[in-house]
């Protein structure tokens, strides 16, 4: 199989006998050297891990948050879009610079940290985009907040006033009670001055027959009476005099209480009483809901009336699970944001992300280049070491979830704006980690070359050609689903943020295990194959999307994303090693990225954006419907023209050529073959 997926590599070994001849001085390591070496600490790639797993981690991050991030600051779902289409079909300018300057300046480390600040600097820009605070441009599934409610109680009612989100006030008609926290207490005088002060001159501990350690002020049964005990209580009288009394609620109309129960709320007392909400007053921004019917927590009594003592309006917070259970469902209400024009947010934002995200794509063909160069000099795998980057998405992005789900953020409006600082903040490490990684430059730098340059720069430009229309396909399902697959998860799926992080973990499960021995399986495989398959699993991962619309049994399919990106990206680095001579290993791998995260994800962006928002009121379900069919047409496409048109190409040349290439690969004696094969546990093939 081997044979039959690679046959196209051996028009190249004429140019690979001649580059052999001109790097004698890195010799081919003996078959098991490598394997021997990759069961222990590889020293020289642990900084290189390191920074992949800090680059990786912190990328994983923006590709999560990044369209949540667009919905807090205020941006319409239709602004949204522009954006996260616009962005990557600018970002291909990164690719496009960075490769073919990486191969002529050789500077392949300069290049990849100056990316990596760079794109941490323009990320936080995003955070200085102003808010827009229109309502029409929030998703409550995704910034919301319960609504604020407080007790308002005068001198003659009482009330409990909550934050009007929706058209209209949820109503009780119930007589079902509700238990309520009341706590912290304060006066609102507004332009009446201070409240009255405290009319005694000493004090005592009044009876109270409800003891419990939550209230940690006595109850008081009618008037407050106090009486004098001694001369040494003058000085402490006078202090008592000037200081304010503690807002009092006083409990009034019960049938076996002739007079009112009156609690001195400290601001360490919560009392709890028990409510009913009958009615309801609708104002413009608050919904109002007179009190009545009131029992105390230790009272077996109920109350009619509560009111307040002075002049001035007691205000108090409140605690219950009430307005959870609001007929309507629970109530939410968006996040209250300064007021700025949209179109200022927009533009901001557009032309900050589409600046920053030119240099993530533009650090990863460096990345990938600096892997294929350490993993050959070193003798480990490629996908080796890009499994260290997975694992830092699958470790990191969870972390980073939980943060936002419990709101440990400096942006209480904007909560997805911390995975934007960490990303910022993980560059910076692996930036400054990357720079004890050493790149030999005998590698990779033109300059450093013995002889002429090699003429032939591509073994076979048709493969060469077909891997590209593969990437880009790929690429198209890829940004179709991962572009607004966070929405589908708040919208669709009602995700919180801790189980969205999850998502990453399930889909990068199986990556460590299979990408440590990811060489052996493509080489077993072939390339063409694992291709294929990829479409295969993009297949069963949209059917599971369509048809699934539970959350847990439709998140099972994000496993399948070790295939369809993990694996695959790794293949295509491999085969693009594969194909190209190492002169140009940047360039080339600058054009697998450009082919499948630059115009791929543009062209697939684009195609979801259109198909969403003409089926927007029936949901995403046909869209994935629609997209299992289209990956199921283009893996049949691949596989027929591959099969049919470029592999039988490719065999005859490979005949054509046989009998030269085993001339020319022999020396005067004989008996001496300057490009070995190694086979068994070495499959080695294509190597540098």
């Not at 050959?376 to 490629?382: G, I």
């Not at 543009?602 to 029936?618: C, I, P």
Request: proline fraction near 6%.
């Amino acid at each position: 199989m081997v044979a039959d997926t690679q046959a196209c590599l051996s028009k190249g070994l004429s140019a690979s006998i001649e580059e052999m001849s001109t790097t004698r001085n890195t010799p081919r390591p003996e078959p098991g050297i490598r394997n021997k070496a990759s069961k222990l600490v590889n020293w020289p790639l642990v900084p290189l891990r390191i920074s992949l797993f800090l680059f990786f981690g912190g990328l994983a991050c923006l590709v999560l948050f990044l369209p949540l991030h667009m919905r807090e600051v205020g941006l319409s779902e239709s602004h949204s879009r522009v954006i996260s289409t616009v962005a990557p079909l600018l970002s291909i300018l990164g690719p496009l610079i960075v490769g073919p300057a990486s191969d002529r300046l050789g500077k392949h480390k300069v290049l990849l940290t100056s990316c990596l600040l760079l794109g941490a600097a323009c990320y936080c820009l995003l955070l200085a985009v102003p808010l827009t605070s229109e309502n029409n441009h929030f998703q409550e599934s995704t910034l919301n907040k319960a609504p604020q409610v407080q007790l308002r109680c005068e001198s003659h009612l009482s009330k409990i006033v909550q934050e009007r989100c929706s058209t209209h006030c949820p109503h009780w008609s119930d007589d079902r009670a509700w238990e309520v926290h009341i706590k912290n207490c304060k006066y609102d005088c507004g332009e009446k001055g201070e409240p009255s002060k405290t009319p005694v001159t000493s004090t005592t501990t009044p009876h109270s027959d409800y003891d419990d350690d939550d209230y940690k002020q006595p109850n008081f049964e009618g008037s407050i009476s106090l009486t004098e005990t001694d001369e040494s209580n003058n000085n402490f009288d006078a202090i008592i005099k000037e200081t304010p009394m503690p807002p009092t609620l006083c409990f009034n109309g019960s049938i076996s209480k002739g007079s009112p129960v009156c609690n001195m709320m400290d601001p360490s007392f919560n009392l709890t009483v028990n409510i009913s909400l009958p009615d309801v007053v609708t104002k413009d921004d608050t919904c109002e809901y007179p009190l009545s019917n009131i029992k105390l927590g230790y009272e077996n009594d109920t109350f009619a009336s509560l009111y307040c003592r002075g002049d001035c309006v007691v205000k108090c917070s409140l605690r219950s699970s009430l307005w959870e259970w609001a007929p309507g469902g629970q109530q939410v209400c968006p996040a209250h944001l300064p007021s700025t024009d949209p179109q200022v947010t927009f533009w901001s934002y557009l032309l900050a992300r589409s600046v920053a995200d030119i240099f993530p794509v533009a650090a990863l063909p460096l990345a990938d280049t600096m892997v294929v160069v350490l993993s050959s000099v070193h003798n480990s795998d490629v996908g080796r070491e890009l499994s260290f980057g997975a694992l830092g998405a699958a470790v990191i992005t969870p972390l980073v979830s939980v943060l936002v789900h419990y709101e440990i953020t400096p942006w209480q409006n904007t909560p997805s704006a911390l995975p934007i600082l960490v990303f910022a903040m993980l560059s910076l490490l692996a930036a400054l980690v990357l720079s004890w990684v050493k790149l030999p430059s005998v590698w990779y730098s033109r300059r450093m070359e013995l002889g002429e340059r090699p003429s032939v720069k591509v073994t076979n430009p048709g493969e060469a050609v077909v891997l590209l229309f593969v990437l880009l396909l790929l690429g198209i399902f890829w940004g179709a689903l991962e572009t607004y697959f966070p929405w589908f998860l708040k919208d669709m799926y009602k995700l919180e943020f801790w189980q969205m992080g999850l998502t990453v973990t399930f889909g990068l499960f199986l990556t460590m295990p299979l990408l440590w021995n990811a060489e052996t399986l493509i080489d077993y495989c072939g390339f063409t194959n694992i291709f294929i398959a990829t479409f295969a699993f993009y297949i069963i991962r949209f059917i599971g999307y369509g048809f699934l619309e539970a959350a847990w049994p439709a998140l099972v399919c994000e496993i399948f994303e070790v295939f369809t990106l993990c694996l695959m990206w790794v293949t295509a680095v491999i085969y693009t090693r594969n194909l190209t001579a190492k002169h140009i290993t940047a360039t080339s791998q600058a054009f697998i990225v450009l082919a499948h995260f630059c115009l791929g994800r543009f062209l697939g962006t684009l195609v979801a954006s259109t198909v969403l928002n003409v089926t927007s009121a029936t949901g995403p379900w046909d869209f994935f419907k629609g997209c299992s069919v289209a990956a199921a047409v283009a893996g049949w496409l691949y596989f027929c023209i591959y099969y049919c048109c470029v592999r039988p190409g490719c065999g005859r040349k490979k005949n054509s050529q046989g009998s030269q290439l085993s001339a020319e690969a022999t020396t005067t004696n004989g008996s001496y073959t300057p490009l070995r094969i190694y086979k068994g546990n070495d499959q080695a093939a294509g190597r540098f």
